[in-house]
């Protein structure tokens, strides 16, 4: 036995593990021979490994369970390769989806059980791909611009592979030479020839769908034991390093290991990431992928688990709402991480999502689980840098109280590329389990053939994209660099300051090009005070402009309005408020003439009442909006937003305070602190600095001061009813 096998062996044995867990520590024997057909992706003894420990852990256990279920559901139904011929959530799609599966999970099982009729039944598909495969061209439906062959796209084509290679790698040595020569031929060498050659400007992009590809690529070469394919992944098609995955792992994530097009899409990306490069470690580890820029990949997992509230990724950019720390990709992403890094707290993530993976990985997983070894995972506030280098804007979580305490998310970042949504200075806030002020997301029914196919809906441009459908400054009704993703791309957002401390949580950033001559400024801040019994958010948002223009800036609450401000209701008719960049997608409900006093709006939701109070530096007007106009197809969600409206001003200040509290049980039929326990909220403008007073039912006045000049040495004062506020740096906390 060779000396780093050994030593993989007996760091397995010290830590009480079976032999062979620690897969990714231990040199593969990857034959040189082309004709050799044992596993490579997971080895024979760590199946072995596997199949004899497995049964003493119940979260390896009920994942075993769960894919016999499933294989043997499938193969009850026989094999079915249809021609392809619908869109996502079509018949064809989801067999094909379902193929895939049913490959990898019979490959597992047979080599976990020894029963033939898996790797029988896994050989009977993969020859009917072997048949179909060579008579397809473009997909039938869709209009994507790079078609699969199975599938629509070639996405998912990527996937198949990615999947289709596992589940062959586990059974290819009970193949005769003549079925081992048909499938690698006609199904792995023509699909990893298709999206890498074929379409070879697709598999070069820097981008998640190239992910996907470079990874099915990949892990088809080293199961068909041709380097080529695998030096084709790893540095492009010219092989020159300008382009493939590892050039993707270097240009998409920042070295705080954030995913350029936001958790969702990091989500999506993490599966072909994590497993192509656990690829790479079983056959390559001289490679060291998991330790290349500082370990990113892994980092990854943890920044992907960090932008989720509730167990659900915050909806950024194009996003389900509803995708959350139990899909597959983070399942996969966990189990790797953790056989990697022995971190235990990713077991608690491991044990909210129920399930680990049938691998040495997921092994290792159910065992630190079944012997107690988790620990609480640990969300915290954190700044995370955008981009390659990470001078590219920054993401922002402030959190109090854990997982379902407070959250506060505000997004900095760079545009996100196609699937980045016109938002820079956005934020988000999440409290008591429930998101309070929300995105919408993307306008999409995932797979649901009746809505466009399952892809994205037209109203995901003309809606879920605009500037309005989020909560950031509008300016001119139009949306930030007029709608062009591309022009966003080149002009990212610069963070000002950020500060995490003890009853004082801060952060502000600044984008200068989004519109023209309008320079927009934003200062965020969860504030605690002993009178309030939760931690209050402070909204400071400026804009500086080089002429008049009109300002609207949307709030999209989540909740039922218990008490409003005094407005004009829309009785008989429902207006539309605009007719382009998303206003049209907006009936008027409510308006309150211009006024230079403070609002408060209050609404319920869950068990928790919520009070905004909200003004500005000039008169503005108020509305109470909802979504859903100009949508005959019944696309959007309704839901409703409060938009404060400032016309004709060069330079404006919008200045806020949103307050958790009281409590509702609908069982025992109680309600208190219903009323906000802050009366007033007022700003002044002194010389290049602005402070911000909350005047509190208690008397108590709590005030933010935030400056123009973020330099730490500058000094400040402001002069409010004869009271100075002075201090030096960007911002101060004061308590009277």
């Known amino acids: ?20 867990v620690l897969a990714q520590d231990a040199k593969p024997a990857v034959a040189a021979r082309a004709d050799d057909a044992t596993p490579v992706l997971v080895s024979a003894d760590q199946w072995r490994a596997m199949a004899a ?10 994942e075993r369970a769960r894919v016999e279920r499933e294989v043997r559901a499938a193969m009850a139904a026989g094999v079915k390769v249809p021609q392809p011929r619908d ?68 996405l998912n084509d990527s996937v198949w592979l990615v999947y289709g290679a596992q589940g062959y790698d586990a059974i290819r040595d009970t193949l005769t030479v003549d079925q081992r020569r048909k499938i690698d031929d006609d199904v792995f060498r023509r699909m990893a020839r298709f999206l890498s050659e074929e379409n070879a400007p697709y598999f070069d992009r820097i981008h998640n769908h190239a992910t996907w590809a470079t990874a099915g690529v990949g892990m088809a070469g080293y199961v068909l034991r041709d380097q080529t394919l695998v030096e084709r992944a ?30 969702y899409y990091q989500r999506y990306a993490l599966a072909p990431f994590i497993i192509f490069a656990r690829a790479i470690q079983q056959n390559e580890p001289e490679r060291q992928i998991f330790k290349r820029r500082d370990g990113v990949l892994l980092k990854a997992v943890d920044v992907v688990i960090q932008s989720s509230y509730a167990g659900l990724l915050f909806p950024i950019n194009d996003a389900m709402p509803d995708k959350g720390l139990d899909s597959e990709e983070i399942v996969t992403g966990v189990a790797i991480a953790y056989a990697q890094t022995r971190d235990p707290r990713l077991l608690s993530i491991a044990q909210g999502q129920g399930r680990t993976l049938l691998s040495p990985d997921g092994l290792a997983v159910a065992q630190g689980v079944a012997t107690g070894e988790a620990r609480p995972f640990d969300f915290r506030s954190m700044q995370l840098g955008d981009g390659p280098n990470g ?95 591309h022009v966003g791309e080149e002009r990212p957002t610069k963070p000002l300051f950020f500060k995490a401390g003890e009853g004082l949580q801060i952060a502000s950033a600044r984008l200068d090009k989004a519109y023209d001559g309008v320079v927009l400024t934003r200062t965020l801040a969860m504030v605690e005070h002993p009178d309030l019994t939760y931690p209050v958010v402070i909204d400071l948002f400026r804009a500086d402009g080089a002429k ?38 907006l009936w008027v409900d409510a308006v309150a003439a211009p006024s230079d006093k403070a609002r408060s709006l209050t609404w319920l939701l869950g068990k928790r009442f919520y009070t905004y109070r909200f003004g500005a530096s000039a ?26 409206r400032m016309q004709g001003q060069a330079d404006a200040s919008f200045f806020s305070v949103l307050e958790p509290h009281g409590a509702y049980d609908a069982t025992a039929e109680t309600v208190s602190g219903a009323t906000s326990q802050i009366r007033d909220i007022a700003r002044t403008r002194g010389e290049g600095a602005e402070v911000i007073v909350l005047t509190l039912a208690s008397g108590a006045k709590l005030a933010l001061g935030v400056a123009d000049d973020v330099s730490p040495i500058a000094a400040h004062a402001v002069r409010i009813d004869g009271q100075a506020y002075e201090w030096t740096g960007p911002y101060a906390r004061f308590d009277r």
Not at 8 to 20: D, I, N, Q, R, Y
Not at 55 to 61: E, G, T, V
Not at 106 to 131: I, P, Q, S
Request: hydrophobic share 40%; aromatic share 10%; charged share 20%.
């Open 619 to 644: 008169p503005t007007s108020a509305l109470l909006v909802e979504s859903g106009a100009n949508d005959p197809s019944f696309n959007l969600r309704r839901e409703p937003a409060l938009i404060q």
């Open 391 to 485: 001078d590219l804007g920054n993401l922002v979580f402030l959190r109090r109280g854990g997982a379902t305490g407070q959250a506060l998310v505000m997004k900095n970042t760079q545009q996100g590329q196609g699937h980045g949504h016109f938002d820079r200075l956005g934020w988000l806030f999440y409290d008591n389990g429930q998101p309070v002020v929300r995105d919408y997301g993307a306008a999409r029914f995932l797979n649901v053939e009746a809505k466009g196919g399952g892809g994205y809906l037209d109203e995901n441009d003309s809606w879920a994209m605009q500037t309005v459908a989020h909560n950031t400054l509008v300016v001119g009704q139009a949306s930030q660099f007029g709608g062009d993703w």
């Open 53 to 62: 420990a497995g049964d003493r852990y119940p979260m390896f256990a009920a």
């Open 548 to 585: 008049p223009t009109n300002y609207d800036l949307p709030l999209h609450f989540n909740g039922h309005i218990i008490k409003a401000f005094e407005a004009e209701h829309s009785v008989r008719e429902r207006p539309v408020l605009g007719q382009a960049s998303g206003y049209q997608h």
């Open 87 to 154: 869109l996502g959530g079509g018949v064809t799609h989801e067999q094909h989806k379902a193929n895939y599966k049913a490959i990898a999970g019979a490959g597992a099982l047979y080599r976990m059980t020894g029963d033939k009729a898996y790797a029988d039944f896994a050989r009977d598909l993969l020859l009917e791909y072997a048949r179909l495969y060579p008579t397809l061209s473009d997909h039938p439906a869709g209009k994507s611009s790079v078609k699969g062959r199975l599938f629509w796209q070639a």
């Open 234 to 263: 790893l540095k492009g098609t010219a092989r020159d390093g300008k382009a493939g995955f590892l050039r993707q792992v270097d240009e998409l994530f920042s070295p705080d290991g954030y995913y350029a097009e936001g958790p």
């Open 1 to 20: 036995m060779n000396r780093p096998l050994l030593i993989a062996l007996f760091a397995a044995l010290s830590a009480g593990l079976p032999a062979g």
